[in-house]
């Protein structure tokens, strides 16, 4: 099992040599938690083209692009009308896109406390860890510990 968020269907639809599926994180001792990622579309207040950032706002946040996006796997879609939740249900694997949604209902937003690249902290210090896990390299404490010790002077408070 590796935590991990909607991002992934892609790439796991394209690359998994295997049956996989999705469950909600493990309830822990201070109950159910995960973090939602998420993408805003924003516009400065600021713009010279308000009127053209509202159309492109409204095309991008509509039914049907939401629903295309949501088909694709990426994301979980931002709109709860039924042709957007059932393209995103309906996108497979997995087999069961439910925990996705239920893991919604108690998600808190992402807030980046870190100072470097994220790609940078994942390619350079999360992934090799994970890496070195699964193929045996090394042990969760030890690989979970020099992340750990790697990546702390890269957060602020």
């Known amino acids: 099992m590796i935590p991990n968020g909607r991002w992934m269907t892609p790439a796991m639809r394209e ?3 295997f049956d996989w599926g999705v469950v909600e994180m493990p309830e822990g ?4 938690a995960t973090w939602l990622f998420w993408g805003p579309y924003v516009v400065s207040a600021k713009t ?16 049907s692009v939401t629903g295309q996006v949501a088909a694709l796997g990426s994301n979980i879609p931002p ?11 309906g ?10 949604i239920a893991g919604a209902a108690y ?8 100072t470097a690249s ?10 090799p860890a994970v890496d070195d896990i699964m193929s045996g ?17 890269l957060f602020t408070k």
Do not use: H
């Open 15 to 17: 690359n998994a040599k």
């Open 29 to 32: 001792p201070g109950g159910k």
């Open 48 to 63: 010279q083209y308000p009127q053209q950032c509202w159309t492109v706002l409204k095309a991008l946040t509509g039914a």
């Open 79 to 89: 709109r709860k009308d039924q042709a957007s939740v059932d393209a995103f249900m």
């Open 91 to 100: 996108s497979k694997p997995p087999a069961d896109n439910q925990p996705f």
């Open 107 to 114: 998600a808190q937003a992402e807030i980046p406390l870190f």
């Open 118 to 127: 994220w790609d940078g902290v994942v390619n350079k210090y999360y992934q």
């Open 137 to 153: 390299k090394k042990s969760v404490a030890d690989a979970t510990k020099e992340a750990c010790e790697a990546t702390n002077p």
